[in-house]
């Protein structure tokens, strides 16, 4: 009995501590294991699986140049399989209403990773619908949320973005530049005397030969911003690749960098707003911005 009894104890241990050999999945590229925290920042990530909104890490997205709807019939949660659920952000053509939730926590520096698809969103026409997830200084929430500028100098990040105005209609990721809340457009701008400007904002994916016009599908995007560079990944079949052009941080505002003095934490907002410009016919149909996840792994 007693050998039995020891066998079974050593047993035991033998497979506690096999398994605490194993390998713990990394949902960062192996070149950056060194570079980022390999837990995520809880307070901000979200895998959106309890199915309802965890109102302490967001809050509705309130002020919006387009309608925002609210509850259920607008922000809700689907099953993508038996444990998987996302976040779905309805937009209603005939309501002329979009949706969207803001973060409660704003961060800066580290890698972010999301995986989202629209749904509804036609290609060969102009939509109603701007879909995106983006940061930025100040959270539009229901509870309210900013930070103070430093320097007068802001910066957004647009880490996917719909155009709701060209066609065909895709979604790119850009940072553009703001002083005392005008975004930067022009050389000496918003009174910005000291920065010397060329072009419309940096881009790290956007060029004609790099524009997406996969919406339906789910895409995984990560993205590392750091003291040093904005830098775009995608996750393809488990493995990351660097996309886009690296945006890097200098004395200046170009189409490949921005000035230092813009570095700043940011709300994160997840959002598929109905907005219309001028008078081009636009398509209506009912839309959605689904969100599997998004994380955030602080750089270390």
């Given at each position: 009995?007693?050998?039995?009894?020891?066998?079974?104890?050593?047993?035991?241990?033998?497979?506690?501590?096999?398994?605490s050999?194993?390998?713990?999945?990394?949902?960062?590229?192996?070149?950056?294991?060194?570079?980022?925290?390999?837990?995520?920042?809880?307070?901000?990530?979200?895998?959106?699986?309890?199915?309802k909104?965890?109102?302490?890490?967001?809050?509705?997205?309130?002020?919006?140049?387009?309608?925002?709807?609210?509850?259920?019939?607008?922000?809700n949660f689907?099953?993508?399989?038996?444990?998987?659920?996302?976040?779905?952000?309805?937009?209603?053509?005939?309501?002329q209403?979009?949706?969207?939730?803001?973060?409660?926590?704003?961060?800066?520096?580290?890698f972010?990773?999301?995986?989202?698809?629209?749904?509804?969103?036609?290609?060969d026409?102009?939509?109603?619908?701007?879909?995106?997830?983006?940061?930025?200084?100040?959270?539009?929430?229901e509870?309210?949320?900013?930070?103070?500028?430093?320097?007068?100098?802001?910066?957004?990040?647009?880490?996917?973005?719909?155009?709701?105005?060209?066609?065909?209609?895709?979604?790119?990721?850009?940072?553009?530049?703001?002083f005392?809340?005008?975004?930067?457009?022009?050389?000496?701008?918003?009174?910005?005397?000291?920065?010397?400007?060329?072009?419309?904002?940096?881009?790290?994916?956007?060029?004609?030969?790099?524009?997406?016009?996969?919406?339906?599908?789910?895409?995984?995007?990560?993205?590392?911003?750091?003291?040093?560079?904005?830098?775009?990944?995608?996750?393809?079949?488990?493995?990351?690749?660097?996309?886009?052009?690296?945006?890097?941080?200098?004395?200046?505002?170009?189409?490949?960098?921005?000035?230092?003095?813009?570095?700043?934490?940011?709300?994160?907002?997840?959002?598929?707003?109905?907005i219309?410009?001028?008078?081009?016919?636009?398509?209506?149909?009912?839309?959605?911005?689904?969100?599997?996840y998004?994380?955030?792994?602080?750089?270390?």
């Amino acid at each position: 009995m007693f050998i039995k009894q020891s066998l079974a104890i050593v047993t035991i241990l033998l497979a506690t501590s096999a398994c605490s050999l194993l390998p713990t999945p990394s949902y960062l590229p192996a070149e950056l294991a060194n570079q980022y925290s390999s837990s995520v920042d809880d307070e901000i990530s979200d895998e959106f699986n309890s199915g309802k909104l965890d109102t302490s890490k967001w809050t509705y997205r309130k002020r919006a140049a387009g309608g925002l709807g609210r509850g259920t019939e607008f922000v809700n949660f689907a099953a993508i399989d038996g444990t998987n659920e996302y976040v779905s952000l309805k937009g209603i053509g005939a309501q002329q209403k979009g949706s969207g939730i803001s973060s409660l926590k704003a961060v800066d520096y580290g890698f972010y990773a999301t995986r989202w698809r629209t749904t509804g969103i036609k290609t060969d026409v102009a939509t109603s619908f701007h879909p995106a997830i983006w940061g930025f200084w100040g959270n539009a929430g229901e509870v309210n949320k900013g930070i103070s500028p430093k320097n007068r100098h802001t910066l957004e990040i647009d880490l996917m973005e719909f155009g709701n105005w060209p066609t065909p209609t895709h979604w790119s990721t850009d940072a553009p530049a703001f002083f005392d809340g005008k975004r930067i457009v022009a050389t000496g701008s918003a009174n910005e005397s000291d920065i010397d400007f060329d072009g419309d904002k940096a881009v790290m994916l956007g060029a004609p030969n790099e524009t997406r016009i996969n919406h339906s599908d789910w895409t995984t995007l990560g993205m590392e911003y750091t003291p040093e560079y904005l830098q775009l990944w995608e996750q393809v079949n488990g493995q990351w690749y660097k996309i886009g052009d690296t945006v890097f941080f200098t004395d200046k505002n170009t189409q490949t960098s921005i000035n230092k003095l813009h570095r700043n934490k940011c709300y994160w907002l997840l959002s598929n707003l109905f907005i219309e410009f001028g008078n081009k016919p636009r398509d209506r149909s009912d839309t959605s911005l689904d969100v599997d996840y998004f994380r955030f792994y602080p750089i270390k």
